[in-house]
Every structure is written in structure tokens, then in C-alpha cells.
């Protein structure tokens, strides 16, 4: 079975935390953390890729925390997947390799189903993932969503 790996699950987890629980004020890394049981040696880096990816902002001070960097309609799973993956250039090197017959049958089919699911993760927003932790009957500690509509 193929699994992202733990660094884009907690990405994930940390944007949606973000998304869920903040309502009017930044939500602190201490608290994603407590939620969501992300490490924070593993947390803080994720967090600041986000922010250097526009996905989420990061608020100084001592009431500062993070909030999402637009509106969580405007940022698909895909998004924070590209940022937590980037650009890994030990497997690009080792892409140039190997046997031909893994260039020619291996290679073809697994970046046929990374685009795949690339697709089906650029599909899905933070919002609709929103949406079915209201729906599952998570708890949200805001008591009122952020909407970024004008």
C-alpha cells in the first residue's frame, strides 16, 4: 500500500488544525501539537515551509501563532503536499539510474500514479476536509469558521 510519508501527513494535519480551530486568532504551534500529537522537532519545520509557501502566515507576538496565508476553498491538499515533499535531489539522482528495464516499465507506472494521485489530491480542498470533520462531529475550539469572502 502506498503512504505519504509522516512529514506530509503532519502538513496536512497542522494546515487543517490551523483551518478548523482558529476562528479570529492565530493558532499557536503548542496547541496544534497538543491536538493532533505532531512532535514539535517535526512540527516547526513543516510550519515554516508552509509560510514560506503562502499557505499559512505566521503571526508575531505573544498571542501570534499561525493562520491560514487564503481562504481554505483556495488551498488544495495537492498544495501542501507539493511543500512538504519538495524537491527531494537524492531521488532525482537516482531517477537517471538503474536498470532499463525499471526506466522503461517501473518508472512509467509509478509517475502514472503519482500524477493520479496528485489529481485526485488537488481535487480535494482544506474546506471539504473541514466540512467532514463537522460532519464526523469533531470538536472545533473556535466558535466561528473564518470566511475570507468579500
Known amino acids: 500500500m502506498l503512504r505519504l510519508p509522516r512529514r506530509t501527513t503532519y502538513a496536512i494535519e497542522a494546515v487543517l488544525d490551523v483551518a478548523y480551530n482558529a476562528g479570529g486568532a492565530p493558532v499557536r504551534s503548542g496547541e496544534i501539537t497538543e491536538r493532533q500529537g505532531i512532535p514539535s522537532r517535526y512540527l516547526e ?11 499559512l502566515v505566521g503571526v508575531r ?25 519538495g524537491n527531494d535531489e537524492d531521488e532525482a539522482a537516482e531517477s537517471d539510474g538503474g536498470s532499463a528495464l525499471g526506466r522503461a ?17 488537488d481535487a480535494v480542498t482544506i474546506d471539504e476536509l473541514c466540512v467532514k470533520a463537522r460532519a464526523a462531529g469533531v470538536e472545533s475550539v473556535s466558535t466561528a469558521p473564518m470566511d475570507f469572502t468579500i
Request: charged content about 25%.
Open 45 to 55: 519545520p513543516v510550519l515554516q515551509q508552509l509560510v514560506r509557501a503562502g499557505i
Open 61 to 85: 507576538g505573544p498571542r501570534g501563532g499561525y493562520r491560514l496565508g487564503r481562504d481554505r476553498r483556495r488551498i488544495s491538499v495537492g498544495d501542501i503536499v507539493r511543500v512538504a515533499v
Open 105 to 121: 516499465a517501473v518508472r512509467p507506472l509509478m509517475q502514472s500514479l503519482e500524477h493520479d494521485a496528485m489529481a485526485r489530491l
